[in-house]
């Protein structure tokens, strides 16, 4: 049974740092083919692909987003992590992360996890 | 990066109703996938690879398509398909998401 949970601080203030870490189970980012993604959705919005990282260490960004997001992995604790620096209001979304299968899809989510930036 | 597009944005539909969603890509891709999200509930895979039903999915969903034009289509509406739906193309970096299809019941 495949299941990703988000975790992350809540609230922060402009200017600082979010750290958001999925933990996932039923699969491993030791194989190959797999990846994890982040996407997020302000309140009301629609959907927004931020980063990929794969089994293999290769990572992708959301080209608009690209200088301020680092996404990493635990594989040993089936974790993934992302990174965005300098938030400001426009980063207050729900965040999720999501399985990437091999023909580009996302099969599976997490729950999500509401972010806020606000002084 | 390729834009999606989607139509109609809102549409209802009564039960026994065909429905079909639109989503147009502003270049061509190799597949479309498509997710449902219930209100306060995470985005679900729906269907995959144009045409496939995901695990769970009922058969009364079906998706057809190709090049830059694709649809979600549902052969006798029932209230349990209120939803948002939303395509998706992966074939090409980044991975860009349609801004949805709100699907409400009469």
């Known amino acids: 049974q495949v299941t990703l949970k988000e975790s992350g601080p809540g609230i922060l203030q402009p200017s600082q740092t979010l750290s958001l870490t999925c933990s996932f189970s039923?699969?491993?980012?030791?194989?190959?083919?797999?990846?994890v993604s982040w996407i997020r959705q302000p309140s009301g919005k629609g959907l927004e692909w931020l980063a990929t990282?794969?089994?293999?260490?290769?990572?992708g960004y959301n080209p608009s987003l690209k200088n301020r997001l680092t996404i990493s992995k635990d594989t040993s604790n089936n974790q993934a992590f992302l990174k965005i620096t300098s938030v400001d209001t426009a980063d207050t979304a729900i965040y999720y992360c999501?399985?990437?299968?091999?023909?580009?899809?996302?099969?599976?989510w997490g729950q999500g996890v509401m972010v806020t930036v606000s002084s | 990066e390729i834009v999606l597009t989607q139509s109609p944005t809102t549409m209802a539909a009564s039960p026994g109703e065909k429905v079909t969603l639109t989503c147009r890509a502003s270049?061509?891709?190799?597949?479309m996938h498509w997710y449902q999200q219930r209100s306060g509930t995470s985005p679900k895979l729906w269907i995959y690879?144009?045409?496939k039903l995901a695990s769970g999915v009922p058969n009364r969903f079906s998706g057809s398509g190709s090049g830059t034009s694709y649809s979600l289509t549902i052969n006798s509406m029932e209230t349990e398909d209120a939803a948002t739906y939303y395509c998706q193309q992966g074939s090409s970096y980044p991975p860009t998401f349609g801004s949805g299809t709100k699907l409400e019941i009469k």
């Open positions: 270049s061509s891709v190799s597949y």
């Open positions: 999501a399985r990437r299968t091999y023909s580009g899809d996302f099969d599976y």
């Open positions: 690879e144009t045409s």
């Open positions: 039923g699969f491993s980012l030791s194989t190959s083919g797999i990846c």
């Open positions: 990282i794969c089994w293999e260490d290769s990572k």
